[in-house]
């Protein structure tokens, strides 16, 4: 896995864009360290605003879950004390940093974590998958899920397989011994057709 620690996470909203007021309503992150997942949080957060059916239908989560839950500054300060300084991973990170952004902007808090997308990274990985929606690579990977789709803490762990697998498959396919975030970053905007030489200018 090389020497860091990364967490992944992943948020549920009210929409797509905090720009247009939507709020974050549930998150859920793992950190994994030497290849394991060795600590979880997630927290519903109530947004003071109503979600729609859509949503609602989509995660699971009613109005009247979060209702009971906590603010959603109240959940973000405890976010925020969970993932420190650790980079982070998500799938569709411009997504989910985007609202990580907004949300910590309430709290008068500026993120210093960089992000790593799998989404991005499986595209040129496993260029022959279906698709790189993360249901899609859980199965085409053969990864391990509780069968769990649009809770944040689910689709959290779920991509938290899918980094373990790619760092173990680059290790075993390009015999790189260690992964270093960066590499992680950096393949996400190699070009498909370019991935095989920027793995061997690693090698030397």
């Known amino acids: 896995m090389g020497d860091f620690t990364a967490v992944i996470i992943d948020f549920e909203t009210t929409g797509l864009s905090p720009t247009l007021g939507d709020r974050t309503i549930e998150v859920g992150a793992v950190i994994v360290h030497a290849n394991q997942i060795v600590d979880r949080f997630q927290s519903l957060m109530n947004p003071s605003m109503?979600?729609?059916?859509?949503?609602?239908?989509?995660?699971?989560?009613?109005?009247?879950?979060?209702?009971?839950?906590?603010p959603v500054n109240e959940a973000m300060k405890n976010l925020k004390n969970f993932i420190k300084e650790h980079p982070l991973v998500a799938h569709n990170a411009s997504f989910d940093s985007k609202f990580l952004d907004a949300?910590?902007?309430?709290?008068?808090?500026?993120?210093?974590n960089e992000f790593a997308c799998t989404l991005l990274s499986s595209r040129?990985?496993?260029?022959?998958?279906?698709?790189?929606?993360?249901?899609?690579?859980v199965h085409f990977k053969e990864l391990k899920t509780d069968g769990i789709h649009h809770r944040a803490l689910a689709d959290a762990?779920?991509?938290?397989?899918?980094?373990?697998?790619?760092?173990?498959?680059?290790?075993?396919?390009?015999?790189?011994?260690?992964?270093?975030?960066?590499?992680?970053?950096?393949?996400g905007k190699v070009p498909k057709k370019k991935v095989g030489m920027f793995m061997e200018k690693l090698l030397k």
Do not use: V
């Open 50 to 70: 109503k979600i729609n059916s859509f949503i609602s239908e989509f995660t699971g989560i009613t109005n009247q879950m979060l209702s009971k839950a906590p």
């Open 103 to 112: 949300e910590f902007s309430r709290i008068n808090h500026k993120r210093k």
């Open 124 to 137: 040129r990985l496993y260029q022959d998958a279906p698709n790189h929606k993360l249901a899609t690579l």
């Open 157 to 187: 762990e779920m991509t938290a397989h899918l980094w373990i697998r790619m760092i173990s498959d680059i290790k075993s396919e390009y015999g790189l011994k260690q992964i270093p975030f960066s590499l992680m970053q950096q393949l």
